[in-house]
């Protein structure tokens, strides 16, 4: 499992941060999830990964709002 985590392939702190982005209802869930996966030092790559989650919840919205 170490050398899996050497590799990137999972987060730093061992907390799924990009599914629980995934499972989030709107784009403040994602936002929370992004500052703790900040806070936990995940890096830059893995935080643009999340906010690109975070685009989608907020492109769903403003497209519900406009039909």
Do not use: C, K
Request: charged residues 20%; positive net charge; glycine residues 8%.
């Amino acid at each position: 499992m170490s050398n899996v985590r050497a590799l990137g392939v999972l987060p730093r702190s061992g907390r799924l941060f990009i599914a629980e982005a995934a499972a989030a209802v709107d784009v403040e869930q994602v936002r929370q999830v992004w500052h703790a996966a900040r806070a936990a030092g995940e890096p830059g790559w893995y935080l643009d990964r999340i906010a690109a989650i975070g685009r989608t919840r907020s492109s769903a919205r403003t497209a519900g709002v406009a039909a």
